[in-house]
């Protein structure tokens, strides 16, 4: 029987973790604060309260090293949770690797990705405080799905603006929200002034994340039993997703390894926070030295090419200002099929480790991107979402490394969700139409200096 | 601790079954045998194998009680395999019911569906025998993902035809095929004689299951290198689908539960069949009794409406003369979206013990099947595939029944997949253009008896 080899190392309902991890209580330093757009002083709790409940707000300044999570929440998680860490032994076979591959498979959602595990905390805590609905955005429509998930969990309305290139591209997401019960518009819309704006100087604009938060965000400020849900980027979302990375550090235990690598896809950050802040905890602590790595699409540069600056959030400004890796808040990325890492900025959290030197970043170009996520849905049998493609072209190209230097690399990587809703994507990568753009660095700079020149006086910028 | 409820009872890999059980074993009775339609004469292992390899003969010959798993399907299983039993916590809270309401969930597999429980072994054995490239039909488009995902696995070709309705309303079904290395053509199509016929006479066909599998078999008995394979039907199909009702045994016996009442869908009869006949094999020996109940479309009903005869299983009438309940071979079902259950016949051996009186089947129509879809994926969260939400409508309708009678019934159904591939169905409903069909018993009766004219002379029939 010692051929038999384990696919999935698995945890019980009962070992799924009860805390989520707060990183900011470990940093050397802390981030930078959010400033206010009209004062330039730091953000309180008042400041962000026409759009989040008190709960989250208080889990966005905790500096506590781990909160609680209701039972609740833990009662939706079990839905799915804990999810599996895979071994990719037919990955390793199809590669002819020596290196060890482990994914941890977040497509088990039933929204099938990483997002619910913030978008139900979310939708619990303003049930809770008596919210009625939430608005969203939604790129590739992984988080505009999870939320509305959420929300048919505790009884909240739901609505959901979805960049436009992925409501025309994708027609299944969003009918997959609205089955679940949430409400979906394009975006650009005419239902806000953000958008109304936008269309009246572009009517054919594809949309963008930011200009999507834009409209979002305008009509829950308008209404106090309204709510937005931002689906990455904040240190509360993040922190919800710490438990991928708690799990995962429990199931390494198990089989007694521990890796070397830690890779996830970066657009706001949320996937690789979740797996990699608890690993960054351990090395932290001295109890383990993996690199850890965010891996983004060349075509939408934050971490590795944008400048670290306060900006805003949002195209309109209707956000604080974030000190941020950004490509400037009016940055329409290229159409890339990852709809979910088309975002201007790169979370604050991970901007300020990075800049810490705590974390590495590489970019990578979709079609190589799908090369890898074809040869992993015929190994592993998953079809992947593009955006975890970009986690999976960085495994292959470090494990096709380890053919040469004969290492037996342990690597781990999040798969954040499956691609059933993006074949389409697939579509035009086995048909050849798929095309690859990459910036010019002093494109990209000159582009942000000038994007940040429309920012309002900020002290010290 | 006591208010923490299980959603899912685990089996780990170690635990999963490694025998598939063989109902024939066990039966009062064996069922009639296949006929050759030139001879009349029950059929040998010679006259299947230009379809099939020797292997995969046997099983469906087979009289022991059980049958090993080898050791390369268990490895492929345990990418997914044990699945998970669910109790269904928040549809029963939905419905208010005292029922207990379990699932067995079939949609972890890669591709989606119970089907790769088959495809994978029948993909094992052809290339164990030397075989290059499989074809077959598949309606919504579940069995040509799983075989696609299989050849893949074991290094085969896969080629499919997709009946046509499907192809053209489910997009995304063809594109999924293709990533995982599948080819797939609309049927009917002009690359067959049987293609060819069907097109002449109705250019506009919508297609069937049974000219879809006419098409595969013409042209895998053309060429020794390639066989054919069926995801439904054949006694071997539904042996290798026991590993669901093995696998849920074990699960219940943990909780120390037994069923009252186990639930399918059921278009050929395999996920069905793979739930119910370890229960029946329990039953038969008398160690529990639930009812066991499949659950088939109004539109198709070949268990509750067709004649029990002899008749071809495709259209063409190139396949051996099976006994089963048919509306007859050459039935065209109305188009809806349930694509998996369009079969003009049921499994002869399901319908030889629906004929002995072991099973029951109910016929529902596609309406109230999504009412009870949407109803659970806004409770449970899985968006359910159009074939499974049969069974659902089945489960809810027992579950409002114990409302008024107060009885605790535990009732398990097989979630045979999800529905992520088959959303426009959902978007149809919440729209409202989703339209119902049934039939008067005459209208199946009279036509039946028309088709069963046009076969060859069988002896006593």
Redesign the interface.
């Given at each position: 029987m010692s051929?038999?080899?384990?696919?999935?190392i698995?945890l019980?309902?009962?070992e799924m973790p009860t805390r989520w991890y707060n990183i900011l209580h470990d940093l050397p330093t802390p981030p930078p604060p959010y400033l206010h757009p009209g004062t330039g002083q730091p953000v309180g709790p008042d400041d962000l309260s026409a759009l989040f409940p008190m709960d989250l707000i208080a889990q966005e300044m905790a500096t506590d090293q781990y909160v609680d999570i209701p039972?609740e929440v833990?009662?939706v998680y079990?839905?799915?949770r804990p999810s599996p860490l895979y071994r990719a032994h037919?990955l390793e076979a199809a590669l002819g690797t020596p290196a060890h591959i482990y994914y941890k498979y977040e497509g088990?959602?039933?929204?099938?990705s990483h997002k619910p595990n913030t978008s139900v905390p979310q939708a619990f805590y303003n049930a809770k405080a008596g919210i009625k609905k939430l608005t969203t955005e939604t790129g590739a429509g992984q988080w505009g799905t999870s939320l509305a998930?959420a929300c048919?969990?505790f009884g909240l309305e739901c609505e959901v603006w979805q960049v436009k290139a992925s409501y025309d591209g994708k027609p299944?997401r969003r009918?997959?929200i609205?089955?679940?019960?949430g409400t979906v518009h394009p975006s650009p819309s005419d239902l806000t002034a953000a958008g109304r704006a936008i269309l009246a100087e572009h009517p054919d604009s594809p949309g963008s994340l930011g200009i999507a938060i834009s409209e979002a965000v305008e009509v829950a400020a308008q209404d106090p039993t309204i709510n937005y849900a931002l689906g990455s980027v904040l240190n509360h979302v993040l922190m919800h997703q710490t438990i991928i990375g708690e799990e995962a550090l429990k199931q390494f235990a198990k089989i007694d390894v521990t890796p070397d690598l830690v890779i996830g896809c970066t657009g706001g950050g949320s996937n690789f926070a979740g797996l990699a802040f608890p690993f960054l905890r351990e090395k932290l602590a001295g109890r383990m030295s993996p690199v850890l790595r965010g891996v983004e699409p060349a075509s939408c540069p934050s971490l590795t090419q944008g400048t670290y600056a306060y900006d805003f959030g949002d195209t309109a400004g209707m956000t604080p200002l974030m000190k941020m890796h950004t490509l400037g808040h009016d940055f329409i990325p290229d159409p890339i099929h990852a709809g979910g890492l088309r975002y201007h900025g790169m979370s604050p959290l991970i901007s300020h480790i990075y800049e810490s030197g705590l974390i590495e970043a590489v970019a990578r170009k979709q079609k190589e991107c799908f090369d890898s996520g074809?040869l992993f849905?015929?190994?592993?049998?998953?079809?992947p979402a593009p955006e975890a493609t970009h986690a999976i072209a960085e495994v292959v190209s470090e494990a096709r490394a380890c053919i040469e230097s004969g290492e037996e690399k342990v690597i781990v990587m999040v798969l954040s969700g499956h691609g059933?809703?993006d074949?389409?994507a697939?579509?035009a990568y086995?048909d050849g139409t798929m095309t690859d753009h990459s910036y010019e660095e002093s494109e990209i700079r000159d582009a942000v200096a000038e994007a940040l020149t429309r920012l309002p006086a900020i002290p010290g910028q």
């Open positions: 051929t038999v080899k384990r696919h999935k698995h019980s309902e009962n039972p833990l009662d079990r839905l799915w037919r088990v959602s039933p929204a099938g998930f048919a969990q299944y009918l997959m609205e089955t679940l019960g074809v849905a015929r190994s592993e049998g998953i079809i059933h809703l074949l389409p697939y579509g086995l």
